[in-house]
T-cell receptor, first 116, second 111 residues
Framework: DSGVTQTPKHLITATGQRVTLRCSPR?????VYWYQQSLDQGLQFLIQYYNGEERAKGNILERFSAQQFPDLHSELNLSSLELGDSALYFCASSAADRGPYNSPLHFGNGTRLTVT | DQQVKQNSPSLSVQEGRISILNCDYTNSMFDYFLWYKKYPAEGPTFLISISSIKDKNEDGRFTVFLNKSAKHLSLHIVPSQPGDSAVYFCAAASGTYKYIFGTGTRLKVLA
């Protein structure tokens, strides 16, 4: 058990809809990362937050947004969903602020999103 | 542009033998490298890491080698066990907070 909790585990929704994915980081970790894994693809970095502030952005679409709350949990909001958004969405946390050194990411078990 | 590449989608190895998983990167700014293991229906689990000031790091049966001039790293598992069967991802990072992952190699250890 990594200590990172993601809910829900599975989500099935229709095109055009909006969903929210939730992540609770490991106790004591201030950084939260979101990754997307599509079929046969690697883990694509979406966005990182540290203690409530956005720190880095990757290939995140404008239809997607995220935030980290004062209690450090994070939510990833996906709107105007398209079939191609179907993927596994992983949240990870780490203790590090400025950089990853000696502070690997710890992943949750992911949310599988299916858009029909 | 795939900055971290794992060119072998799959690998099969006999139990007890050595498994060697390879990873290449293109960005010379990367200075921290990690390997993760992923079982089905679970998130990736951290295995081992190495910083660019080293060329080898060992943890039990797992050893990671880094060749900076070739921009290449490898993970050696000795001896391989059936429980090692999983998808292995390499990742690279620099001081910009982003961890960039490869596409993974599926390892199957045959009993």
């Amino acid at each position: 058990d990594s200590g990172v909790t993601q809910t829900p585990k599975h989500l099935i929704t229709a095109t055009g809809q909006r969903v929210t994915l939730r992540c609770s980081p490991r106790s004591g970790d201030l950084s939260v990362y979101w990754y997307q894994q599509s079929l046969d693809q690697g883990l694509q970095f979406l966005i990182q937050y540290y203690n409530g502030e956005e720190r880095a952005k990757g290939n995140i679409l404008e239809r997607f947004s995220a935030q980290q709350f004062p209690d450090l949990h994070s939510e990833l909001n996906l709107s105007s969903l398209e079939l191609g958004d179907s993927a596994l969405y992983f949240c990870a946390s780490s203790a590090a602020d400025r950089g990853p050194y000696n502070s690997p990411l710890h992943f949750g078990n992911g949310t599988r999103l299916t858009v029909t | 542009d795939q900055q971290v590449k794992q060119n072998s989608p799959s690998l099969s190895v006999q139990e007890g033998r050595i498994s060697i998983l390879n990873c290449d990167y293109t960005n010379s700014m990367f200075d921290y490298f990690l390997w993760y293991k992923k079982y089905p229906a679970e998130g990736p689990t951290f295995l081992i890491s190495i910083s660019s000031i080293k060329d080898k790091n060992e943890d039990g049966r797992f050893t990671v080698f880094l060749n900076k001039s070739a921009k290449h790293l490898s993970l050696h598992i000795v001896p391989s066990q059936p429980g090692d069967s999983a998808v292995y991802f390499c990742a690279a990072a620099s001081g910009t907070y982003k961890y960039i992952f490869g596409t993974g190699t599926r390892l199957k250890v045959l009993a």
